[in-house]
């Protein structure tokens, strides 16, 4: 079998099994980035998913029509009220996720 140039420049070649340049070898299988990608869709989606829950009560309401008519700072106030409380429920969702896939194992 001959050797191409490259394997007569690195002699060490066969050390470096598990070594790809491009996944870096094993380090791309790492389970840990699975989960923390797991994770992070977890909270987007619960986050999404309340913020919309959220509008839609808004918008059903009657009251907060009649109470603040047309003000733009009420609305913009709503809002951020709206993405905060979102915000807190979908980090308490990940967290209680965690907890319980974390303490069955």
Do not use: C, E
């Amino acid at each position: 079998m001959k050797k191409s140039d490259l394997d007569r420049l690195n002699p060490k070649q066969d050390d470096m099994h598990g070594f790809d340049f491009f996944n870096r070898g094993n380090l791309s299988k790492d389970v840990t980035n699975y989960n923390k990608q797991k994770n992070n869709l977890l909270f987007y989606l619960t986050f999404i998913v309340i913020a919309a829950i959220s509008l839609l009560i808004l918008l059903n309401s009657a009251s907060y029509l009649k109470n603040y008519g047309d003000s733009l700072m009420a609305l913009a106030i709503t809002l951020i009220g709206i993405i905060l409380f979102s915000l807190l429920i979908a980090t308490l969702i990940t967290f209680i996720y965690k907890k319980i896939k974390y303490s069955s194992n």
